[in-house]
């Protein structure tokens, strides 16, 4: 194309690439969602404090967002939130955080309303319409990269244990919301199984995986039992060099590809999941 007399403008675009070999982690985040969901909830009877439908449709969003985006090694999502982590060796769009971050929201958003019918069967979707932030951080090591995701099931697990017992306390206890605040305050772990059991004879363990731990989506090959020889190859995999070669790098695209993308509900915090996967970070 010919040179412009306006073309100088380009040059106050600022260069915003995310720092090379870091996992980069964009997290997106429901605008507004207590008021969508009062609204949901006024209108159509939804589910406190899971609607699981509404939990499902994140799911299944995300699976989009990860099956059309192959660099991504691993998401997980609880509530109105997600966080997909793209490996540290992706390259998508030269790590502009910008088109990296604007590309999960739309593909995230789009698939939302696009799949809302499918899980509020007899719920259209109506204005105010659902939308999305989103944000970029780039964690330099696995350690940090575990503890973001950690402290993402942790928050999981506090505020739907918190959660749990607040509604039972309301539903089942005849309390309203601020006499269940009242008894909650001060409260820890122990004395909100407590409260669930002793009042209302719920084991809080039996409760849905789902909605204790959150969802996890990520690309499912072998499992690899430990000790085992494959255990061997994938620690071999994690020696490999930071930058791989076109060709290494051309088969994992196309064994990613293949691979099924799966959401399951399983610990994050301990070590076992991710022995038992080395591929998902290697
Ligand atoms: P912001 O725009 O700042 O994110 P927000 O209202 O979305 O504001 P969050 O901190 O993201 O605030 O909280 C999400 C809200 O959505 C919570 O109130 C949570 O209870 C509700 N919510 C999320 N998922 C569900 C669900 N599956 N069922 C019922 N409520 C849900
Ligand atoms: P990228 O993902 O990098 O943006 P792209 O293929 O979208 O790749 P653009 O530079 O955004 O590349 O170019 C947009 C393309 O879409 C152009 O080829 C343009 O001709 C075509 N296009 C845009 N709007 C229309 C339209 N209304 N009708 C037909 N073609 C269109
Ligand atoms: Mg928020
Ligand atoms: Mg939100
Ligand atoms: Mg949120
Ligand atoms: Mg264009
Ligand atoms: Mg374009």
Redesign the pocket.
């Known amino acids: 194309m010919a040179n412009s007399k306006f073309e100088y403008v380009r040059n106050f675009e600022q260069p915003d690439s995310l720092m090379p070999n870091t996992w980069i982690v964009v997290r997106i ?9 009062s609204r949901m909830c006024a209108k159509y009877e ?7 439908r ?2 499902d449709l ?1 799911n299944a969003a995300a699976k989009a967002v990860v099956t059309d985006l192959p660099q991504i090694a691993i998401s997980y999502g609880v ?3 997600y966080s997909f982590v793209f490996h540290k060796t992706c390259n998508l769009f030269e790590r502009r955080a910008s088109k990296l971050v604007s590309t999960v929201v739309s593909t995230f958003t789009a698939n939302y309303v696009y799949l809302w019918s499918t899980y509020f069967t007899d719920t259209p979707l109506s204005f105010p319409l659902p939308t999305f ?1 989103g944000r970029a951080v780039c964690y330099p090591t696995v350690q940090n990269l575990r503890d973001y995701m950690s402290w993402r099931q942790a928050d999981c697990h506090i505020n739907n244990l918190y ?1 749990t017992a607040f509604w039972k306390l309301i539903q089942l206890g005849g309390l309203d919301n601020k006499e269940a605040e009242k008894t909650l305050a001060g409260t820890l772990a122990a004395d909100k199984n407590e409260i669930l059991f002793s009042r209302f004879k719920i084991n809080y363990n039996n409760e849905p995986e789902m909605f204790k731990k959150g969802s996890i989506i990520f690309r499912d090959y072998e499992l690899v039992e430990p000790g085992s020889h494959n255990e061997a190859a994938a620690a071999d995999a994690l020696a490999e060099p930071a930058v791989q070669s076109k060709s290494q790098a051309e088969k994992d695209k196309k064994r990613r590809a293949k691979a099924k993308v799966v959401v399951e509900h399983l610990d994050i915090i301990r070590d076992e999941f991710w022995d038992k996967r080395p591929w998902i970070l290697s």
């Open positions: 985040d429901g605008r507004g969602f207590t008021n969508f969901y939804f589910e406190k404090p899971n609607d699981k509404a939990l994140m509530s109105d939130e932030d959660n």
